[in-house]
């Protein structure tokens, strides 16, 4: 055991290092060895099938990625214990990151929803999990066009991301911007204002009032009122983007200038030389492959 232990060590530093190939062998040797000695589904023969399903992702390898994700479904379920149905909402969630990637929508949805049902059933219906998994459908519901279940769904996340972290939480402000866009576009103009508004605050509170994030908004809310007729605040909202977005622009100009000025400081060497027809000494800076 204490092999299959630091082959699988192995296997996951040979992962952060990008060299796939090599983890999911040495992941293959794991398996190899701990299904001698353990049942189909124990804790020990199913993370190191799940971790190698991991590593296929991220190397593109999707089919196979999905292969060994059902495979590990396939030993847990109908276990009854509580990690272990946490477990299949958790690859569940995983093979509907798939689908969403492939733009399978309807099938993400589906994963998503079992994988829902089955927190719900095992967690607290405010845990954060929950949220979320529901967080997750709210999304796919909007980029499906099903927008009032979409809403029904970022409403649900709200609360019980509210009630858990408190009304000024930076995942709070997120579900708020998400609700503004989906009123947005159902021309719902008033309740979007509302939404973005309190998206603004938050970020403005927690991310600083010159975060990319406060632009993004501030510009979104100038549309609204614009749609609205409300023209001088529009104006407010847009001047205030515009002026957040120079700075940002400014605030990248002279970190480049910094260190470019930091690479030429590092390739250089300081020469003190002696003007006699001036009588003065100065102090310059010669590169150095011409010393």
Do not use: W
Not at 23 to 50: C, N, S, W
Not at 111 to 120: P, T
Not at 132 to 138: D, K, Q
């Amino acid at each position: 055991m204490v092999i299959a232990d630091t082959l699988q060590e192995i296997a996951m530093i040979q992962y952060r290092a990008g060299d796939f190939e090599s983890a999911v062998a040495k992941l293959d040797e794991v398996i190899g060895i701990r299904a001698k000695e353990f049942h189909p589904e124990h804790p020990k023969l199913t993370e190191p099938l799940k971790l190698s399903a991991e590593v296929m992702r991220a190397a593109g390898q999707i089919e196979e990625a999905m292969r060994r994700y059902n495979d590990v479904l396939r030993r847990l379920r109908g276990l009854e214990r509580s990690e272990f149905r946490l477990l299949v909402a958790e690859i569940t969630t995983r093979i509907a990151d798939i689908h969403k990637q492939l733009g399978e929508r309807d099938r993400a949805i589906a994963c998503h929803e079992e994988a829902l049902r089955i927190r719900k059933a095992v967690l607290e219906p405010d845990h954060l999990d929950v949220a979320i998994n529901v967080n997750a459908l709210a999304i796919l519901y909007e980029k499906r066009g099903d927008l009032n279940n979409a809403l029904c769904r970022f409403a649900e996340a709200l609360q019980i991301r509210r009630s858990k972290l408190g009304p000024c939480h930076i995942d709070v402000a997120s579900i708020y911007n998400n609700m503004a866009v989906v009123y947005e576009t159902l021309g719902q103009l008033p309740e979007a204002i509302d939404k973005y508004e309190q998206a603004v605050g938050v970020f403005r509170t927690k991310l600083g009032r010159n975060h990319n994030a406060v632009a993004t908004i501030l510009n979104n809310l100038g549309n609204v009122y614009k749609s609205q007729g409300m023209f001088q605040k529009s104006a407010e909202s847009y001047q205030g983007a515009l002026a957040i977005r120079c700075l940002l622009v400014t605030e990248r100009k002279i970190a480049r200038a910094r260190e470019e000025s930091g690479r030429e400081r590092q390739e250089s060497v300081f020469v003190c030389v002696y003007f006699p027809a001036c009588g003065t000494i100065m102090l310059l800076a010669m590169p150095l492959h011409s010393c």
